[in-house]
């Protein structure tokens, strides 16, 4: 049996890139943080970053375009995928990217409120209006929201989200 499932919570590194392929998909990539903190032999605190590409497909992928903002939050679960793609250079390189399959959002940044504005874009169907989240799917009970600034020591059970 094999396996290749990824769940990740980490801050939004950048805005979404909200894109539609020539085929008429809807595609979003943005990019997250992960930190993890440890104390080394000697007691000291020690922190590492990690960073994550993020791509998103269909309804999904126009939700977090719409609501995501660069410093929030953000719950992400799906699966690697590497691809191969020629740098400006001419040199063939190698990429691992996690294709989200499902999305929580958490807190904003501080000083960020409310959905990003529409970005702007060439073409007829750019022109076309979005439909909003509340008039494809109204939520009946508040989303949780995942606050990375508590630190803690033990994950309590009531604090689980799920």
Not at 88 to 113: F, H, L, W, Y
Not at 118 to 140: I, L, N, S
Request: proline fraction near 6%; hydrophobic fraction near 35%; charged fraction near 25%.
């Amino acid at each position: 049996m094999n396996l290749n499932k990824v769940q990740l919570i980490g801050r939004l590194t950048r805005d979404p890139e909200l894109r539609t392929t020539p085929s008429g998909q809807t595609v979003t990539t943005v990019g997250i943080a992960t930190n993890r903190t440890w104390n080394d032999k000697a007691g000291q605190k020690q922190e590492k970053s990690e960073f994550h590409n993020i791509v998103i497909w269909g309804r999904l992928a126009e939700i977090a375009g719409q609501y995501l903002t660069k410093g929030q939050e953000a719950y992400f679960e799906g699966r690697l995928e590497t691809r191969s793609y020629t740098g400006k250079d001419g040199v063939e390189r190698k990429t691992t990217d996690i294709v989200a399959e499902n999305m929580q959002m958490g807190q904003r940044a501080q000083g960020s409120a409310g959905p990003r504005p529409a970005p702007m874009a060439m073409g007829a169907a750019a022109m076309a209006p979005r439909p909003t989240v509340q008039q494809q799917a109204p939520m009946a009970e508040e989303i949780p929201t995942i606050n990375l600034d508590e630190e803690q020591d033990e994950v309590r059970l009531e604090d689980v989200p799920f």
